[in-house]
């Protein structure tokens, strides 16, 4: 088998094709989960605590004055563990849907198939069906 003909088995498999549709998909339900938490849980969650805006949370490492993270990192290095709890509640939530998805999966697969037909019952061995004739004969 030539190097070519292998390789085109290889990538065409179930398993391979599966795998590149997955990543695919989860690069784009990240940017999913990246706007729910950026757009819409981290403004409610600003609006809870007081204006918080996580996004601008940093400590400065190279003693400059800035107002913002994006002004800061011109400036030189810094420390920006805003960025790092919102990336943080990012992971857990996308941990969570597809704990939720996996969990739904799983119980669907486990779901019972329907019960089969109760089969006829086996016919009565010949000598069994020869005693109950003699029984029967015997009663008349």
Known sequence: MSFFSEFKEFAVKG???????????????GKIVDSLVGDVIMPVVSKIFGGLDFSNYFVPLAGQTAQTLA?????????AYGSFITVSLNFIILALVIFLMIKQINRLKREPEAAPAPAEPPPTPEDIQLLR????SLKR
């Open 15 to 29: 398993n391979v094709v599966d795998l590149a549709v997955g990543v695919i998909i989860g690069g784009a339900f």
């Open 133 to 136: 004739e003699i029984r029967d």
């Open 71 to 79: 002004e800061a990192k011109k400036a030189g290095a810094v420390l």
